[in-house]
């Protein structure tokens, strides 16, 4: 038995803690293609809020700043999509905007966006309201 080498128990210790320590966020985004919702966001220090519907018609309505917008929405995925504006008022209107949830709770789902094909990313959280 002297043959056999003693297995070192810290690297499979190191193993087993990472694998706890390291968990990801939830994301059901799901039970978020669908319904009424609020939203949050700071931009330069300023809040800005809206609600908005969505509908399993992959059309979004929002009201932000007393004025209704109307979007096409295309899941790319499970937890991405694009929203095209129906009815764009200026240039800076015409862009999509790339959405992607980066974690859920039961009732609220916390998202990354920006303009398509632009670097500058922002943060912000919706919550279910209906």
Request: aromatic share 12%; charged share 25%; proline share 4%.
């Amino acid at each position: 038995m002297e043959h056999l080498k003693k297995i070192n128990p810290t690297p499979l210790f190191f193993i087993l803690i990472m694998n706890f320590s390291c968990s990801l966020p939830e994301r059901d985004c799901q039970n978020f293609r669908s319904g009424k919702f609020y939203s949050e966001t700071m931009v330069e220090g300023i809040k800005y809020k809206s609600t908005f519907w969505r509908n399993n018609t992959n059309i979004q309505i929002e009201e932000f700043e007393g004025k209704l917008d109307s979007s096409n929405v295309r899941w790319v995925n499970n937890c991405e999509m694009v929203l095209s504006p129906i009815n764009p008022r200026s240039i800076k209107e015409k862009k999509n905007i790339l959405i992607k949830i980066l974690s859920t709770t039961d009732t609220s789902y916390t998202y990354e966006y920006s303009y398509l094909g632009e670097n500058i990313k922002l943060k912000a959280k919706a919550i279910k309201i209906e």
